[in-house]
């Protein structure tokens, strides 16, 4: 390819080969299948980026290019890059060609758009709504009942256990006794029955014209087994390319193969030694085993050179993950100098924990870096509870990410459930939710319409046709009356979202008690909602990947704000700060004291802090609590336990890190089990004054 392609001469040159494979000749890197797969730091996302841009520049049609990326955020994040890069040489039309990059996004969201457009090919009607996991555990609940399960059987698993048990047996392409055996063994005596509520289950789906999450990659794979419509599919894309392989499911890959058959165009990148999402089923031998699908193999290239962290936090992180059982990507080597290791604080408890890291988030923004420069990473969302607190009191704005969502609260659900009852008035969670909030409807009243509406071939003229519920007066005519309104389209969108606001604010009143509040979230969903075209892009994007909760409670902050960035290591996945702080890397936190406790279990706990780790550039925290809040409870029944560093961190890796205690009160019991005491610091003198 003869362009001046400056963009390429900041690569080192595994990158380079990565981003022009197979646009040496005349085509446009429709080359062999590419496998990059390297530890984290390497560049393997911006080497993707660059592979994009490269592609476009070359004369590849953006409309052509499918890039599947593991979260929305991910995929915008990429689309700025490609655009930054590819302007080098295009200029003003590196935004217009990025712009036609439409096809970026997940696995799930791309499925939702794609069956829309194929829906009927495979016998499903394309006005299909969502369900998110709650809705989704909320039906297997409504079938659980009609079959009676609950009721003859006490301990029958909870709704969403078998929700879990159903999503395993579908997206590992596994049968429900395999699955029960190795990752729900207590709950095996149950196979036959939870046989049946499968099969319920799904018929219900079915029947509503609703689709659970697994269903946009289980019908997206059907899809591709049609084969008029998977050569159609297939021709649709020149290239393919995914990030973050190491955490996709057997569906996924099947579903690549499906896509590219022979491979030509399709790119993947990732790290094995990253790979935590097993318990969603993904796979890592996704990634292990690509090169094998294809003959002639694909080209696999690997990097070693880390542009991310100072050379002594990846020094420690490399030990950490040197210690693992099982990993084919090699140890990285910085050039980033720097005399500072990585620090492990030991603190009496958790609230402490909190009073540290806001000291040192706030010692970090005098000395320049800017609070969106830091992050506070969590095993579990529950674990950021003391600091959330401590930032709230202090007015320190912050974003959390992968944590309760701005769309888990029970008023937006509410209004949300009225637009999508609108959108696909077969939906029976939605209807029981909608109806359950009209005081004098009872289930029993819920359950006769919705059944009514099930059965008449036009669900709304049922609904309107239907007696009101004896006790339920005005406010069955004001609810008839709002479906009626926007199913007839008399509103017309965003502004439809104003009139359920109308109608639901009687019902917010007497809910809840902090209305006003609620109010304001619901204003804030409409603006939102003003940046979607239709009802029902708006419903299928935000179920897949909501706005995540931040301290204000009102949605995403301004783009111009500073805000410390709170996450799950999970969903710190693919990220980078100056700063990080991980909370609780403790035994029963890192690993986890939920799981079974299986081998393969802890391997991919030993992952998470190897995740957590490499997303530090300069200074890296662990915490390391000598009590803390356990959801296991002890045989004298306190949740509080006292803790022991986590096992990741053995006493050889010690010197890999500077040690901390603090503070240092020898009155203090907890902290007789400190670490130990040799390097102090006092940012808390001020601090304990205030909290005592
Ligand atoms: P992860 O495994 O965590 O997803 P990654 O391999 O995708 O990491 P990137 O996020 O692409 O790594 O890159 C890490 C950092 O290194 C980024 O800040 C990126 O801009 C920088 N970087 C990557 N390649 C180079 C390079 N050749 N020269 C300078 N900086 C680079
Ligand atoms: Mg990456």
Redesign the pocket.
């Given at each position: 390819m003869s362009v001046n392609a400056t963009y390429l001469e900041?690569?080192?040159p595994q990158?380079r080969r990565a981003v022009e494979h197979g646009t040496e000749g005349m085509g446009q890197g429709r080359g062999r299948p590419l496998l990059v797969i390297?530890?984290?730091?390497?560049?393997?996302?911006?080497?993707?980026?660059h592979r994009v841009a490269h592609l476009m520049v070359g004369g590849a049609d953006p409309r052509r290019i499918l890039l599947l990326t593991f979260s929305r955020r991910a995929a915008a994040e990429m689309a700025r890059?490609v655009q930054r890069i590819s302007s080098h040489v295009m200029g003003q039309d590196a935004r217009m060609m990025t712009h036609a990059l439409t096809w970026a996004g997940t696995f799930h969201g791309i499925g939702a758009r794609l069956l829309r457009d194929y829906a009927l090919g495979i016998g499903l009607d394309p006005a299909f709504s969502i369900h998110d996991r709650e809705d989704s555990a909320d039906l297997i609940n409504l079938v659980r009942h009609e079959l009676g399960f609950s009721k003859t059987a006490s301990r029958f698993p909870a709704k969403g256990t078998c929700l879990s048990i159903y999503s395993r047996c579908v997206n590992a392409e596994m049968a429900i006794e395999e699955v029960l055996r190795t990752s729900f063994p207590w709950c095996a005596g149950w196979a036959a029955e939870l046989r049946q509520l499968f099969a319920a289950y799904v018929e219900a789906k079915q029947r509503q014209n609703v689709l659970d999450y697994d269903d946009l990659l289980l019908y997206w794979a059907q899809m591709t087994a049609e084969p008029s419509i998977a050569a159609e599919l297939g021709g649709r894309f020149d290239h393919v390319l995914v990030?973050?392989y190491q955490d996709t499911n057997r569906l996924q890959s099947s579903i690549l193969l499906a896509l590219k058959p022979d491979g030509h165009g399709l790119t993947v990148?990732?790290?094995d030694a990253?790979s935590i999402y097993s318990f969603r089923a993904a796979t890592v031998r996704n990634i292990l085993d690509f090169p094998s699908h294809f003959s002639p193999p694909s080209e696999i290239i690997t990097?070693d050179?880390?542009?991310?962290s100072s050379q002594p936090i990846l020094a420690a992180a490399n030990a950490v993950i040197e210690l693992a059982s099982e990993r084919f990507t090699k140890n990285l080597w910085s050039e980033r100098s720097s005399a500072e290791k990585p620090q492990l604080v030991a603190v009496p408890n958790e609230a402490e924990q909190a009073q540290y890291v806001v000291e040192c988030v706030l010692q970090n923004r005098e000395s320049g870096i800017v609070l969106k420069q830091q992050a506070v990473l969590f095993r579990t969302s529950s674990h950021s509870g003391p600091l959330e607190v401590e930032l709230i009191r202090r007015n320190i704005p912050f974003v959390k990410f992968g944590g309760l969502k701005f769309l888990d609260a029970a008023h937006i659900k509410d209004v949300l459930a009225l637009l999508r009852f609108v959108q696909n008035p077969r939906d029976r969670v939605a209807g029981f939710r909608l109806m359950h909030l009209l005081p004098g409807v009872g289930p029993s009243s819920a359950q006769r319409v919705l059944d009514l509406m099930a059965k008449a071939p036009d669900p709304v003229t049922a609904l309107l046709e239907a007696p009101a519920p004896p006790r339920a007066g005005d406010d069955w005519r004001s609810f008839v009356e709002t479906i009626e309104q926007l199913r007839a389209g008399m509103v017309g969108w965003p502004a439809e979202l104003e009139r359920v606001r109308t109608w639901y604010e009687p019902h917010l009143e007497r809910i809840h008690e902090d209305a006003s509040a609620r109010r304001a979230d619901l204003v804030q969903l409409e603006q939102i909602a003003g940046g979607y075209p239709s009802r029902e892009r708006f419903l299928t994007e935000l179920t897949l990947d909501p706005p995540d909760a931040t301290s204000d409670q009102a949605g995403v902050p301004l783009l111009d704000e500073d805000y410390l960035i709170l996450s799950t290591i999970h969903s710190a996945?693919?990220?980078?700060w100056k700063s990080v702080f991980v909370l609780n890397a403790v035994d029963g936190c890192i690993p986890s004291d939920l799981g079974t406790g299986t081998t393969a279990e802890i391997e991919e706990e030993r992952r998470l802090l190897y995740?957590a780790m490499?997303?530090a550039?300069d200074n890296l925290h662990l915490m390391v609590p000598q009590r803390f809040f356990t959801h296991q409870q002890s045989a004298t029944g306190d949740r509080h336990v006292y803790a022991a560093r986590t096992r990741f961190i053995p006493s050889a890796l010690l010197k890999f890190f500077e040690r901390v205690s603090w503070p240092v009160a020898a009155s203090d019991s907890d902290v007789t089990r400190s670490l130990n005491n040799d390097v102090r610091i006092d940012i808390g003198a001020r601090m304990r004054g205030m909290w005592r």
């Open positions: 900041k690569l080192n990158q390297a530890g984290a730091g390497s560049g393997k996302t911006n080497t993707l980026a890059r990030d973050e990148v990732g790290d990253q990097l050179q880390n542009y991310r996945k693919g990220q980078e995740v490499t997303r550039k």
